[in-house]
């Protein structure tokens, strides 16, 4: 009886010191709006949410805790019918000139049209990491679960379990990686008609608001932003910081097949392949393996 109350009282001591629970409650307890609130809802239980932009505003919202590695979920039913100039964000990031930021944004396009996957990635206030995707489903006619998951090896950008990114950390090799801020949880939607849509030239056919993204279940199992202790924390190899284990180090041969699918079939843009853009000087990582 001892030994398992001490057990007990090791393991609290533990959870409290390093605070690796999951996040895995309603909008209510876990978010809130810092923008447009007024026009926006949460609904049911607490466990569904809508996010609106008409002529007065967008709206947003924002994880209430920052997070170092981990795994953050969201099931996104993206706005219907004529969504051109639209721009759906949901991404995590830092705060301050020098930030670190994981993004998806997802572009929309007028009816029968695609929507586009824009994701990117930012470390140190440096940006500039484009690639895009069709989706291969229709993703206003359903939720869909957008994850992004990082640890101390890799940031994968996942839609329903299917890889379509992969950032590696070659940090050793003079490339900044995002592992020494704490990030929150955020998703918008917004004006964006300047560039969203066919580089801008489709504006926002505002007879068509209010558009309207609807999301479920928020989930972050990650390791909660305790200040700068949490960046040695929350990348220890403990059981309890399962994204340190060695499966979540690189993709599986299957998770990679699956990968290498998206890629050939439904990618439109890739950074690393717009000699133009760049003058020639094509971004370092551009050239490094994957897996």
Not at 1 to 15: A, D, K, Y
Not at 89 to 97: L, P
Not at 107 to 130: A, C, K
Not at 270 to 286: A, S, W
Request: net charge neutral; charged share 15%; hydrophobic share 35%.
């Amino acid at each position: 009886m001892g030994s398992s109350r001490t057990l007990l009282v090791v393991l609290f001591v533990f959870l409290t010191a390093f605070d690796l629970r999951p996040v895995d409650a309603n909008f209510i307890k876990s978010m809130h709006f810092y923008w447009g609130a007024q026009h926006s809802a949460v609904l049911g239980n607490g466990d569904e949410l809508q996010l609106v932009l008409d002529q007065t505003s967008g709206s947003g919202i924002q994880s209430k805790r920052l997070f170092l590695f981990g795994s953050i979920q969201m099931l996104i039913k993206l706005v219907p019918g004529n969504s051109a100039g639209t721009v759906t964000a949901y991404y995590v990031s830092s705060s301050g000139d020098r930030h670190d930021e994981i993004d998806f944004e997802f572009l929309g396009n007028v009816s029968g049209q695609p929507y586009i996957i824009h994701t990117n990635i930012y470390t140190q206030g440096n940006g500039s990491r484009e690639q895009q995707f069709y989706p291969w489903f229709d993703p206003t006619a359903d939720f869909h679960n957008y994850t992004i998951h990082w640890n101390p090896s890799e940031v994968v950008w996942y839609v329903d379990s299917v890889p379509i990114r992969v950032f590696r950390n070659y940090e050793s090799e003079g490339i900044a990686y995002p592992n020494k801020q704490g990030m929150r949880a955020y998703s918008s939607l917004w004006n964006a008609d300047n560039w969203a849509t066919r580089g801008g030239l489709v504006k926002i056919d505002w007879n068509s608001a209010p558009f309207i993204a609807r999301y479920r279940t928020f989930r972050a199992r990650a390791c909660r932003w305790n200040g700068p202790v949490s960046i040695s924390q929350c990348a220890s190899n403990t059981p309890a910081n399962w994204w340190t284990s060695p499966t979540y180090s690189q993709l599986s041969y299957a998770k990679q097949g699956q990968m290498k699918w998206v890629r050939d079939n439904y990618m439109i843009y890739d950074y690393c392949k717009d000699f133009k853009r760049f003058n020639g000087q094509i971004p370092p990582e551009c050239f490094k393996p994957e897996f």
